[in-house]
């Protein structure tokens, strides 16, 4: 069988399975995990070897001899109301001890807040005291509410945490140092280079990721308290917070991370202090993963990124990224978005580590890994038909997935499948319509297929109505970009693009919020539409509540939801159109998720393609001599992918262009690869299928195992 482009994680004491595993997976490169090492046997077996290393906790002595150079992070109590004449506040009472300690050895005054939050507003510094973990307040406001925001040292790194709770290690527990300071950068570039003199039959080092680890909090119970993917709260000192107000004129305050119990989630619109904030922290950031990787190309090694753990700074879509000179960017695909979010990132190489983890969790006996990774697997398949990815690889303990023969065989099944979409395609993309679809909301291109996520491929309530339509597109023929409001304010609607998408809740970065309050916003849209773009809305597009009514582009979308502010205004009768372009290849009742309730009619032109519960469901309209398309909400399944898929064709005016390539059935694609004059058709399922494809005029016909995949040359 054909071989490469496939990574294996290694374990010592399974030298002869994974001599045979890399026979039969076609294996040519061998890792560490967290937790795991590599035999000399298995280094010296003839295969790269990657080699696992997270800087800020490979010296745990060094670590504890200098906690002033830990890791810090900006925390806050929960709310208490005041009742007498005092109120005392436990800082730490819901948090966990192992993971934090409050940093009492710098100013409090300076460094911490009381925040009287039912006015918003900090207590000042003399009306409030500190002892032994109690904050007390001395003459508060009664009844209202108060909380404290302290600073506190990282004493538990919090992945080696992770692993320690749910993997039960036993571990001493790893403690974060800080870069920040010139003595631990001094300091992390001599281990390092200790290290790579001492591993000279390392042939790539993975950085899991650089510094400072994503938001992760867990309380008083050892339980995930709030995690943020995205966030920047964990890189935070004294040391940081001086040299930022020297660079960019202004001080931040610890309310500016906690943001009212909020954290900068990124459902919310960025401020400006948050946005300098990761401006500051990505050139730091940037300036020292560069020495690391340059010290690394010093001794003739390879090295890469894994996009998880300790990424924040290294956001690869800023400005930032490119200057770490990385040699490839690994990231963990959990589905088609995050697939995208790793094989778009503009470096030399991209690397998919497949989900699942081989962690107890899915690996245990009764567990299903083959479904898992079924599902999982035919999302990312998609997304890497168009934009192919170089290499594959799994990570976690393979002497767990040893004891699933039937996972071994899928794998072998999923890798040969990975390496015939890169040599077929020869590393190029698919046939895509001509023209542009963009995804508008409040942060654009920085944070591109990473909307609508709380963590990292996970499921979540208010997400899966809105993620869906970016997982269906993630697979679908389109140049997608990611676009700003800013941008449009600053270089207004590219020419290229033909088709925006606004998707997500009312006031959430996503929608857009309070950008919508910028008339010249919304104008610029109206005018692009008019003259012939298109504009597809899900959920609450464009919507800030003014002048009675919500969604600001009503006129364009055709659609109003009712707020409660005209409920004695009659609305319009509804008769649903039953044949339309977009709702051609239904088989069954429309997923909406969640969905939207009183979203009513407001033009003449509008024509409702489903409507129930006396709300618009699904509608389009004409706009001058543009289209709008309104969605009440889109998970991911294969009927809703194929919906909007028809949906941004007609959006684009491009019906015809659509039949260029056409398959009768929703559970298979096709894409079309004209240079090579051949197609690439998959089966989306794990049920056999049978499909007609239509390409240029001419029909197919395929017959697919669960998830086959079969390439034609066409004659």
């Known amino acids: 069988m054909e071989k490469g482009r496939f990574t294996l994680p290694g374990e010592s004491g399974l030298e002869k399975e994974i001599k045979n595993l890399a026979e039969v997976w076609g294996v040519d490169a061998i890792r560490d995990s967290d937790g795991t090492e590599l035999s000399s046997e298995l280094i010296d077996m003839g295969l790269q070897v990657y080699s696992t290393l997270c800087l800020v906790r490979m010296d745990n002595e060094f670590a504890k001899k200098n906690r002033n150079y830990l890791q810090q992070i900006f925390l806050t109590s929960d709310c208490h109301t005041a009742t007498s004449d005092t109120l005392t506040i436990d800082i730490m009472e819901n948090t966990f001890a192992q993971q934090f300690e409050p940093n009492t050895d710098i100013d409090i005054k300076k460094y911490w807040q009381v925040m009287d939050r039912t006015l918003s507003v900090p207590c000042e510094p003399d009306d409030w005291s500190y002892k032994d973990g109690m904050i007390v307040i001395a003459n508060p406001k009664k009844w209202h509410r108060y909380s404290v925001n302290f600073l506190a040292r990282q004493i538990w790194e919090p992945v080696s945490m992770y692993n320690h709770l749910t993997n039960n290690w036993d571990e001493e527990h790893k403690m974060p140092v800080d870069p920040i300071y010139p003595e631990v950068r001094a300091h992390i570039l001599k281990i390092l280079e200790t290290w790579l003199v001492e591993h000279p039959k390392t042939d790539i080092v993975r950085f899991t990721t650089f510094f400072y680890c994503f938001d992760l909090v867990y309380d008083r119970l050892g339980k995930e308290k709030m995690v943020n993917w995205f966030g920047y709260l964990a890189c935070v000192s004294p040391a940081a917070l001086e040299k930022f107000e020297e660079e960019y004129g202004y001080s931040l305050t610890p309310e500016d991370f906690i943001d009212n119990f909020r954290y900068n989630t990124p459902f919310k619109s960025p401020a400006k202090k948050y946005l300098d904030w990761m401006d500051f922290v990505g050139k730091f950031v940037a300036e020292f993963a560069k020495e690391c990787v340059d010290l690394v190309h010093k001794y003739n090694k390879k090295a890469i990124m894994f996009l998880g753990d300790h990424w924040a700074g290294t956001e690869p879509y800023g400005n930032y990224f490119k200057n770490i000179g990385l040699d490839a960017v690994v990231g963990a695909a959990g589905d088609g978005v995050t697939t995208r979010m790793i094989a778009d990132i503009p470096v030399r190489e991209t690397e998919a580590r497949l989900y699942p983890y081989l962690f107890p969790d899915v690996f245990y006996e009764g567990g299903d890994p083959v479904g898992e990774s079924s599902s999982i697997w035919i999302k990312c398949r998609r997304a890497m038909m168009i934009q192919p990815m170089a290499r594959m690889g799994y990570g976690g303990y393979l002497s767990l997935a040893l004891k699933f023969p039937d996972f071994i065989e899928h794998v072998t099944e999923i890798a040969g499948q990975f390496r015939t979409i890169w040599n077929e395609a020869e590393g190029k993309q698919p046939y895509l319509a001509p023209f542009k679809v ?278």
């Open 438 to 715: 963009a995804i508008l909301n409040a942060w654009g291109k920085l944070r591109s297929w990473q909307t609508h996520q709380v963590a990292h491929s996970l499921w979540n309530q208010r997400c899966y109505s809105y993620l869906g339509a970016l997982e269906a597109i993630a697979g679908m023929p389109f140049d997608v970009e990611f676009i700003s409001f800013d941008d449009i304010l600053e270089n207004g609607i590219s020419k290229d693009i033909k088709v925006i998408m606004n998707l997500g809740d009312a006031g959430t970065s996503w929608s857009g919020g309070e950008y919508w309050a910028d008339e010249r916003i919304a104008a610029a849209v109206r005018e692009w539409v008019y003259h012939g773009g298109g504009l597809i809305g899900i959920g609450e597009p464009g919507a800030f509540e003014r002048s009675g009514e919500l969604f600001t582009l009503s006129d364009v979308l055709g659609v109003q939801k009712e707020i409660g502010l005209t409920a004695s205004n009659n609305k319009p009768k509804i008769e649903v159109l039953k044949d339309h372009f977009i709702t051609r290849d239904l088989n069954s009742t429309i997923d909406y998720g969640e969905g939207m309730s009183m979203i009513y009619k407001t033009t003449d032109s509008l024509q409702v393609l489903d409507y129930s519960n006396l709300s618009c469901n699904l509608a389009v309209n004409t706009y001058g001599t543009g289209r709008s398309v309104y969605i009440a909400g889109l998970p991911y399944n294969a009927q809703n992918a194929r919906i909007l898929k028809r949906a941004v064709f007609f959006a684009a005016g491009a019906e015809s262009e659509y039949e260029t390539v056409s398959v009768d059935n929703i559970n298979v694609e096709c894409n079309y690869y004209p240079e090579q004059n051949k197609i690439c058709v998959m089966n989306n399922s794990v049920e056999a299928q049978r499909a007609a494809v239509k390409v240029n005029g001419k029909t197919y016909e395929f017959e697919f195992k669960p998830i086959g995949i079969e390439w034609k040359v066409l004659l």
